[in-house]
């Protein structure tokens, strides 16, 4: 009897072994799937005109050196990766740290889990975002972002109502703002350098990037931040020239390549070793956290 019980407790044992390998083998193959496993964190699925995003992070309405103005917060297209979302506002606080006037209008990201929308032909899978023009009275003092408008710019970052703008603006001060060049730049450095994302786009109006490029190498920023502005910096050749807002967009993460995200367009020189190889990219959670001193996102939903 006691041999009998022996063998049973041998075969169940046997048995709960093989379940417990096949069990890790499934939950790996799961983690591996594209789509299939995540931690939790966003995905950009897909291409930007075509896409999607799982598990969002949205930008608060307002925060340190920002905030969504009236007319973009009745869209509600606050959802992006996190990595854009964080960056935008770390960006906007750093302008705003070295001018406490200073504050940037967010409009669109994109649409709660992406998809097209009426008002974008892109911004589909979290990885685009619109942002007003920092603007400046004469003497340069930093205003507010208007309302409900996108002003349009000549090259000499003069506003102006042109075809695209037929009633008019409805901000009263319209006339009396300036395309504020200093701090533009200074949020596109903040951009550039920012440890979690990999710009690809910046669109804007050949006129204003001049004025902007300009302006960085008469006050002799760094030369990797002029450089690569230069390279990213463009008047798109299929829209409108971006003439009113900047439109950025960043490279998908390596992490989201995996589960389907797609690039298109360029990929710059300085980027072509990170999605040829597997070695180390500009993207690192683990290190840019511990560089923020920061815990994970406070903007998950």
Wanted: aromatic content about 10%; overall charge positive; charged content about 25%.
């Amino acid at each position: 009897m006691a041999s009998n019980w022996r063998s049973v407790r041998t075969a169940v044992h046997d048995e709960g072994v093989r379940a417990l390998v096949l069990g890790l083998a499934l939950a790996q193959t799961a983690c591996a799937g594209p789509n299939l496993w995540t931690d939790g964190t966003s995905v950009s699925v897909a291409s930007s005109n075509r896409g999607r995003i799982r598990s969002p992070a949205r930008l608060p309405l307002r925060g340190p050196g920002f905030r969504v103005p009236p007319r973009w917060k009745e869209r509600g297209f606050q959802f992006g990766t996190d990595e854009i979302v964080g960056a935008v506002a770390r960006a906007a606080g750093r302008v705003h740290a070295s001018d406490r006037r200073a504050t940037l209008g967010v409009a669109d990201f994109s649409r709660n889990r992406g998809g097209s929308s009426k008002w974008h032909n892109s911004h589909h899978s979290g990885r685009d975002v619109d942002l007003l023009f920092y603007t400046a009275d004469a003497k340069g003092k930093p205003l507010a972002p208007p309302d409900h408008d996108m002003m349009t710019f000549d090259d000499e970052g003069v506003p102006y109502v042109g075809k695209r703008d037929k009633t008019g603006y409805a901000d009263p001060i319209w006339a009396d703002r300036r395309f504020d060049v200093r701090r533009n730049w200074e949020l596109l450095e903040a951009l550039l350098g920012d440890p979690a994302i990999r710009l690809q786009w910046v669109f804007i109006s050949n006129g204003l990037r001049a004025k902007l490029l300009a302006w960085a190498r008469r006050k002799q920023r760094p030369r990797w931040a002029v450089e690569y502005a230069e390279t990213i910096l463009r008047q798109p050749a299929d829209s409108l020239p971006h003439d009113n807002h900047f439109h950025i967009r960043v490279y998908c993460t390596r992490a989201d390549r995996f589960h389907g995200c797609l690039d298109r367009g360029a990929v710059w020189q300085h980027e072509k070793k990170a999605f040829k190889y597997g070695g180390p990219e500009h993207y690192d959670p683990v290190t840019w956290r511990r560089r923020l001193g920061s815990e994970p996102s406070p903007w998950r939903l």
